[in-house]
């Protein structure tokens, strides 16, 4: 693993966000230092999905141990940066990832592909995923993103706003699951980083269009819904078949 520490360098970030990100690099080392191994950005930052004034900007952090007294530091740089547009950070220890990797492969899989280290070792870039284990949760996952849509449409009692919300919130989870899916179908070749990238690859690997979900893919296009009660419902309608339909091909992808 290499060490180093780097100013947060990404096109897509404005001046003033990269001086919030050095400021908030700054606090960290400043307020934990000999408890951070690692700070490392990740999200729409790295993939080129960024949305200024929109998008947060997402971090993990790797401590030498999680105590409370990390964490209430955290929560106070937590409270001054997210109104800066830094979300709270995820934090982990070395032994947390190396005993989850086979409980959350979708996660860190999506964490080896995109990352930013800024300080000290990279931790994401060299990780073993298990492809079986991956399979299986994206399986799990999506047939949880099935159960989770019916019971949110039963919730809705009909109200048109309340199912745009949850499929909204049901939106950026796909893609962690997409970027899984297709490193088990395409054994040697790095899964895209782009929301658009994936969705297409995504169509082509396994025949499943996707449309519905570029109906709800970023904020500055949440006008695409519609306003009417049949035009939410014919949307959820589409998105539950092709989250079933999803499910079905990683349950047919052989173990």
């Not at 400043?30 to 690692?38: F, I, M, R, Y």
């Not at 547009?85 to 899989?109: K, Q």
């Not at 990352?115 to 299986?136: A, E, M, V, Y």
């Not at 706003?161 to 499929?167: A, E, G, I």
């Amino acid at each position: 693993m290499s060490e180093q520490t780097n100013s947060a360098n990404l096109p897509g970030l404005s001046p003033q966000m990269q001086e919030n990100i050095r400021s908030f690099l700054e606090d960290i080392l400043t307020s934990l230092p000999e408890k951070v191994l690692s700070v490392a950005l990740t999200g729409s930052c790295i993939t080129g999905d960024y949305l200024p004034g929109k998008s947060d900007v997402n971090s993990v952090i790797v401590l030498s141990e999680i105590i409370p007294k990390v964490l209430d530091a955290l929560a106070s740089l937590g409270r001054r940066y997210g109104k800066k547009g830094l979300s709270a950070p995820l934090i982990m220890t070395p032994e947390y990832i190396e005993r989850s990797l086979d409980v959350f492969p979708v996660e860190f899989l999506d964490l080896k592909l995109i990352h930013s280290t800024i300080h000290g070792r990279d931790f994401f870039s060299d990780l073993f995923i298990n492809k079986p284990l991956l399979r299986l949760q994206c399986e799990r996952e999506l047939k949880s993103k099935l159960i989770h849509l019916h019971q949110g449409y039963i919730s809705s009692s009909g109200k048109h706003q309340t199912l745009k919300l949850l499929m909204m919130d049901a939106y950026p989870g796909f893609f962690p699951l997409f970027r899984a899916m297709l490193a088990i179908v395409q054994m040697n070749r790095t899964p895209p980083l782009r929301k658009e990238e994936v969705l297409s690859r995504i169509e082509a690997s396994f025949g499943i269009y996707l449309g519905p979900l570029r109906k709800i893919r970023a904020p500055e296009e949440k006008a695409r819904f519609g306003t009417g009660r049949q035009a939410i419902r014919e949307l959820f309608t589409e998105v539950y078949q092709l989250t079933h339909e999803l499910s079905l091909a990683m349950d047919q992808i052989s173990r």
